[in-house]
Structure formats: structure tokens, C-alpha cells
């Protein structure tokens, strides 16, 4: 029998499947909590951090990845605090600098307040967000992508040579890859540091339901988890 656990998130009270985590119980009650990297088939690795959140313990605070964290019983979880807020769009604001050409990363960066972007760009044409090496591991079973390299130099690539004889040709890897589509104001140029805008109007309907999932046209984008459910 499917076992239930009881939390609360921005004061909502939320009741998830046991070992679910707080953004899919976020997510299944209809809450929003911005994300890139999670796709619900896939093991969630926590790499671009958009889906913090701050959790509450003994009157402490601590704040964590919502699609790695356990929902737990009696769980007192805030996703949208200044602090949280102020934080992701500074996460947002450095993924739009490592890949200023995505659509995907832009609409995110621009749900989460970004107007303009205080970073070099860097043009990696990657985030590192993994979907592409999970789904090739994880889902394909191809084996095929990895990562190499450490720190600045980490990067996806066919590892130890030969594994690029191994990739199945599913395609999975760019079709779930932010940086598939490319921006709806054309690519950015070297120095220009402001979004496009062009989603203000999706943005402006969306405060009016702040926190709320509304299946919005961003997250079809980037295959959002709630769009995922429909
Ligand atoms: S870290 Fe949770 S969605 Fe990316």
C-alpha cells in the first residue's frame, strides 16, 4: 500500500507519495518552484541549483536543492523568501552568462527576475545541467556521454574515445538539452547583456499567481516537470 507523508511549503499544506521529493510534491499540488536540470524519470543530480529552497529544522535554517531533498513528514519548506529569491536569480543570471544563447535558460532567467545579465559571457553552449549524459545513462542505457575534465575545464564529450560507437542514436541528449532551441530575439551578441523581453507579457500573467504552477508557455521550453504531468 502506497505510503503518504504530510509537509508544508510556503504555508501550504502538501501531501506527497513517500520518497518523493519536495519539488515533484510541490509540483503534483500545483505549486511552482522555478527548475532546469530535474526530469522526473531520471535521477535528479542537483546541478543548477534554480530549485532551492529553504528548509526549516529545530528553528534553523538551511538551504538545499528541492528536487534532491525528501519529502519528509511535518517538513516546513519556504521557496520563495526574499532570501531564495535573491539567491536563484543570481544562479539564473550566471547560467545566462555560461550560455547566453539558450531560450530555455533566458525564459527561466527571466521567470526568476533576471532583466539583465552582470556576468561575461562566457558562450560554453552547455550548463553542465547532465540531462543529456542521464538520459544517455540512465534511460537510453547507452553509456555513451560522460563528463571530463574538472573544475572550468568540465565538459560533456564521448569519455575514453571509443565510446561514441555506443550512442544508440535516440536523440534523447538534444532533445531534452536547454540549449536546443535558441533565443525568440535571435542569438545575443558579444556584449549585450539584456534578456530580450519579448516573455514580459507571460511574465506579467504570471505574477498574478506568484508561486503557482500555471503550465506556463516557459516551461514547455525546457520540458518543466509539471508540464511532464499533463
Ligand atoms: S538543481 Fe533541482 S532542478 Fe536543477
Do not use: W
Amino acid at each position: 500500500m502506497q505510503q503518504y507523508v504530510t509537509l508544508k511549503i510556503d504555508n501550504a499544506r502538501v501531501k506527497a507519495v513517500k520518497g518523493a521529493s519536495v519539488l515533484d510534491a510541490a509540483m503534483a499540488s500545483g505549486l511552482c518552484i522555478p527548475h532546469l536540470c530535474y526530469v522526473p524519470v531520471l535521477k535528479a543530480s542537483g546541478a543548477c541549483r534554480l530549485c532551492i529552497v529553504e528548509v526549516v529544522d529545530n528553528g534553523r535554517t538551511k538551504i538545499t536543492a528541492s528536487c534532491t531533498l525528501n519529502a519528509e513528514d511535518g517538513m516546513v519548506i519556504y521557496s520563495n523568501t526574499e532570501r531564495i529569491r535573491k539567491l536563484r536569480k543570481n544562479i539564473a543570471e550566471l547560467l545566462v552568462a555560461q550560455a547566453p544563447n539558450s531560450r530555455a535558460v533566458q525564459d527561466i532567467a527571466v521567470r526568476c527576475g533576471v532583466k539583465e545579465v552582470r556576468y561575461p559571457f562566457r558562450n560554453d553552449n552547455c550548463i553542465q545541467c547532465g540531462r543529456c549524459v542521464s538520459y544517455c545513462t540512465e534511460y537510453s542505457k547507452a553509456n555513451s556521454l560522460g563528463f571530463v575534465g574538472r573544475g572550468k575545464n568540465r565538459h560533456v564529450e564521448y569519455p575514453l574515445g571509443f565510446r561514441r560507437d555506443l550512442c544508440k542514436k535516440c536523440g534523447f541528449c538534444t532533445e531534452y538539452c536547454p540549449m536546443s532551441v535558441t533565443p525568440c530575439g535571435g542569438p545575443m551578441k558579444a556584449g549585450e547583456g539584456r534578456l530580450c523581453g519579448n516573455c514580459d507579457s507571460q511574465i506579467a500573467a504570471m505574477e498574478h499567481f506568484s508561486g503557482i504552477c500555471v503550465r506556463c508557455e516557459l516551461g514547455k521550453g525546457f520540458k518543466c516537470v509539471r508540464q511532464t504531468y499533463v
